[in-house]
């Protein structure tokens, strides 16, 4: 399973785009507190929209409780103090657990974090004049690229909702 962890998440839209990319993955979200804002913010759910009531996450006081609480998990951190491209992660196992940490919109991930994990640090190529992309894009596109090394187990990769058949009912419609 795919966890996104947000570090010190700092904008309500952010993180409900992310609520819903997590929703859509069928992944796990975890939250690394302190908040400036509340989870009960409108503005996360005018963003979630409806995939909120879907969504499986937790809520930590701390990096800590979060480490404890996961028994230690292996985390990637995407930064762009990274050496290595995010399509380096090996996640081509869909049964295993990989957790994804992202950092607060203004200061990324705790320079200690990341120490901890130096070896794990994984960075998008940019200009060398861009500090980095939203956050929110950057979840959903390491996220996919995780599933696309898993073939997207799990994930429909045909429309289902409406029918395979919809678009050509609409166009003769």
Do not use: W
């Not at 992660?89 to 295993?96: G, S």
């Amino acid at each position: 399973m795919i966890h996104l962890v947000l570090y010190h998440p700092e904008k309500p839209q952010n993180t409900g785009n992310i609520m819903r990319t997590t929703v859509a993955i069928g992944g796990h979200l975890h939250i690394i507190g302190p908040l400036t804002f509340s989870i009960n913010d409108q503005t996360i759910k005018r963003t979630g929209l409806d995939y909120i009531e879907q969504l499986q996450y937790h809520y930590y006081d701390s990096y800590e409780a979060f480490m404890k609480e996961n028994h230690h998990p292996k985390v990637y951190c995407l930064t762009r103090y990274g050496d290595r491209l995010y399509t380096e992660i090996d996640a081509a196992h869909p049964h295993q657990d990989y957790y994804i940490m992202f950092g607060a919109e203004s200061s990324g991930i705790d320079a200690s974090i990341m120490n901890e994990h130096r070896a794990r640090l994984f960075r998008i190529p940019m200009v060398a004049s861009a500090r980095s992309l939203n956050v929110s894009n950057t979840v959903s596109l390491v996220a996919y690229e995780l599933l696309r090394q898993q073939a997207f187990h799990g994930l429909a990769t045909k429309e289902v909702i409406k029918g395979a058949d919809f678009l050509e009912k609409k166009l003769k419609g």
